[in-house]
């Protein structure tokens, strides 16, 4: 495990009084590293990483399993049409073809203000887009499958790719 910079204790400091004054519900993983909990209407959970680096805050949330689709091709048009408008976050797709939101948040920007502007923007994108990237991807088939239904709308929490450290977040995007 790295060593963790005083620039890094600082910030979690930071972010364990941001979380704590905005009031939702947070785990701190280790140093600089928390798991969000984000609460939406048409998505009741999703866990949002928010890992403090050296150059800048990471910020990474799960949005979808992309489980044998045919052609991904679609949803991968939609991602990058809404990235074109996007600020702080953008969609990203992982070597197994999963969807996720990530940014960054530069240090300066570490306010109350900074951060519930980035929780906001992740839950209202969720909330957004995804039916709509459900039903690029998987059509009639979610109505028909009800198991296919529940894996696409798992809410990523015990994903990580093959090979991550134990105590590594999703991924280490630590510089």
Known sequence: ???????????????????????????????????????????????????????????????MHMIAVSDPGPVHRHLLRRNLGLRTVHYSVDDVGDVFLVGSLPHDALSERGIDGVLGEVLSLLEADGPKLQALAYGERLAADAALAAKVRADGAGRRPAGTPEWAPHRDVRR
């Open 1 to 63: 495990m790295p060593d963790t910079s005083a620039l890094v204790w600082e910030l979690d400091g930071r972010l364990l009084t941001l979380f704590t004054e905005l009031g939702v519900p947070f785990e701190r993983v280790e140093a600089g590293a928390y798991v969000v909990e984000l609460h939406g209407s048409r998505r009741p959970r999703t866990l949002l990483w928010v890992i403090a680096g050296e150059q800048a805050l990471q910020i990474e949330a799960f949005v």
